[in-house]
């Protein structure tokens, strides 16, 4: 600082020759604001002459500006010395022009001053704020959008009657299309036009153009225009794909400066049209994708049609060849349940009777699997929740793999842990049917060694935080054994349908369906089923099966009479009508009810039932649903529209057991269903329900174990004098019932050890338990207990 003159060294000097011939206006100001010296440049552009000049203030060129403001201007220049602005400014005439003004703090003949240094700005500033106006106009706006307000935008603008944005329309470039077309601020229908003899043709060269006048006289598509103004549009990769123009009728003599604000436009419509083109691409896509999926979809309805046709065909031909095979095989199992009813048979008689019966069973057994099998495949498998006595079933289950076993000469051993409940709810059939077929694989797969059955109970996890499913009490079932076992590369397909490890082992009898029905039964239950196996060592299979325990039952409602020990009934005569266009069925069920004192009714057909039930209305019909002329349905819907028989009680005879089948009959209003082939003792009891019967018995001090099929093939002579005591019986019974020969075997030598009396009774019992016969042995003892 130069302390004695106050002014900084680095402030700008002038001299007078310098601002007198400066090209831009110069104009100093002194500290009260006031005009102490302008150039003539300054002069010219403000309209004044150099005396009008003289003492104007600040505030009357700059009407923004108040004259008590001007000081804190002159205060922050003295500190800062440079400021540069944009003000309006006023001319004489009261033109308003806007200005660029560089300020600065100046000394000049050792005076300060403010000097402005002024650049008209006025072209530039109504470019950018028609540029800004056409951007807030456009900003909010994308695709089609943009381009219609961009063009509308334009036109009232820039005071012009056309405005287009066009794409290019061929790939030599040599049409377009418009994108958007504005008349007098309207829009109008776009179009597609050749570019020859257009000055858009120029343009679509990668040219701006300005063409101010005489369009039409230049161009021979150019009627009708008198100027025209045209920007490229271009692509991300510099490619001309459009172009943007404005035109009028009239002269645009003034218009080149607005090509800048075209250029400017034209950058953001390429950004559109780039956006456009994807778009239509993404659009084009997403068609074709949804085409390839309608496509796809109606070749999988298609696809699913057939299946269902070939599913549906399959269930038709299954159920018909049930039907089929059912009903010999009724004629076999039902003759054989007859005959072993006859006490004239000799004890080989009985064998053979006994060995036609198990392989009939046997077949039963394989269609069932296959019905089973297609049952899963078409989900319509029900689990059943009933409540039954697990000890029961285990032990019996237990009993007939441990007669397997030995006749094999394999060891079996069965570990049933102390805390398994009684009583618990879940499907027992199913249950039975999964560990027979894992009971029964490790017998037949096993030559030499020992099979380990094993059973415990999990009480299952009550906390807040474990699942619904890990809260239910679980049963864990393992059976091991010591055979072939299963190299692991194999393990993946043993739960596969028709399929058998054959490789490592010697050829056995089967379908394959088993482990596969297995697997997708404990599915179905919800119970989790793993294999561990080693090939030559042997496999290890572990279920896990939530089964709720229910309350205790009394162990005798489970005790329920078999058909051999019936003789007849109490009460009037009953008389059953029998349909069934099958011989067999009709001759098996006569010979079964007619001797129990039953009048048996006979029809082949639907037509005749429907006749024999109007003329002798009978208690009970039992109906086929399969029958010529008239089927089981149609017979049955006649019947219950007759006042005589609409309230006569129909069961349904069917050798097509489908879950369908029966669902069908009792929405049909069938009272009950017997499935074929028939069992003796299930028919039985659903006669004695319908007819509320009570049923004579033979007396059990004088039945026969043979006459019945039990126990002895040579008559007792054993009558309530020769029996043991209630206890001892109750004791056998309990032992039964769970199962246990070798607990029955030692209660019968201590029998026999105190009361030589008894030696009939325990000889008929001994020889039962040597066949591990359980329900003969139940049955026995329960005719035993109520005699006393």
Known sequence: MNASAGIPYNVLRLSHFTVENALEPILLFDRQGRINRANAVACQYLGYSPSQMNGLHFSDIHPTYAQTQYLELWQSLKQHHTLTVDLPQVRQDGIIRQAEIGMNFVRLDEQEFLCCFVRDVTERSQLDDTLRRISEGTASDIGIDFFQSLVQQLTTTLNVQYAIVTECANVEKTRVRTLAFSVNSNLHENIEYDLAGTPCSIVMKDRDFYFPTDVAANFSQGAGVDSYI???????????????????????????????????????????????????????????????????????????EEAEAANRAKSDFLATMSHELRTPLNGILGYTQLFKRDPQLSESQQKGIKIMHDCAESLLSLINDVLDLSKI???????????????????????????????????????????????????????????????????????????????????GDRSSHADKRASLPTIRFM????????????????????????????????????????????????????????????????????????????????????????LGYEGPRKTILVADDGYSTCSIVTSLLRPLGFTIIEASNGQEAVKQAIRH??????????MPHLDGFGALTKIRANPSTGQTKVVAFSARVFEQDRHQSQQAGFDDFVPKPVDLDALLTKIGHHLNLVWQTRPAAHESLVSTASLSSQETNTTPAQLPEIAQLEALYKLASMGDIQGILAQLTTIERDNPAYQSFVDNLRQAAGEFDMRKIRKYLQACLQSL
């Open 617 to 626: 209305r009978p208690d009970l019909i039992l109906l086929d649903l399969v």
């Open 230 to 304: 045209g920007v490229p549009i271009h692509d991300k990769s510099g490619e001309v794909i459009g172009h943007l123009a404005v035109s009028d009728s009239r002269p645009m003599a003034n218009h080149h400066k607005y090509i800048g604000i075209l250029r400017v436009l034209a950058a953001r419509s390429g950004a559109e049209i780039g956006r456009k083109v994807a778009e239509e691409r993404l659009l084009q896509i997403q068609q074709q994708l949804e085409d390839t999926v309608t496509a796809r979809t109606l070749e999988l309805a298609t696809a699913k």
């Open 377 to 459: 495949e078409a989900r319509k498998m029900d689990v059943l929740s009933e409540v039954f006595y697990l000890p029961e079933l285990l032990h019996n289950l237990a009993q007939q793999t441990q007669v397997r076993a030995e006749q094999k000469g394999l060891s079996f051993e069965t570990q049933l842990s102390g805390n398994l409940p009684e009583w618990v709810v879940g499907d027992e059939r199913k249950l039975r049917q999964v560990l027979l077929n894992l009971l029964g694989n490790a017998v037949k797969f096993t030559s030499s060694g020992t099979i380990t059955f094993r059973a415990d109970w999990s009480a």
């Open 479 to 566: 059976i091991e054994d010591t055979g072939v076992g299963i190299a692991n590369e194999q393990l993946a397909s043993i739960f596969l349908p028709f399929q058998q490890i054959r490789e490592s082992i010697d050829f056995v009898e089967g379908t394959g369906l088993g482990l596969s029905i297995t697997d997708q039964l404990v599915r179905l239950m919800n119970g989790d089923l793993y294999v561990s196996s080693q090939a030559g060592r042997g496999t290890q299979f572990r279920l896990s099966l939530a089964l709720p325990e229910a309350p205790l039952l009394p162990r005798t409602n489970r005790v329920t009479q078999r058909s051999e020990s019936i």
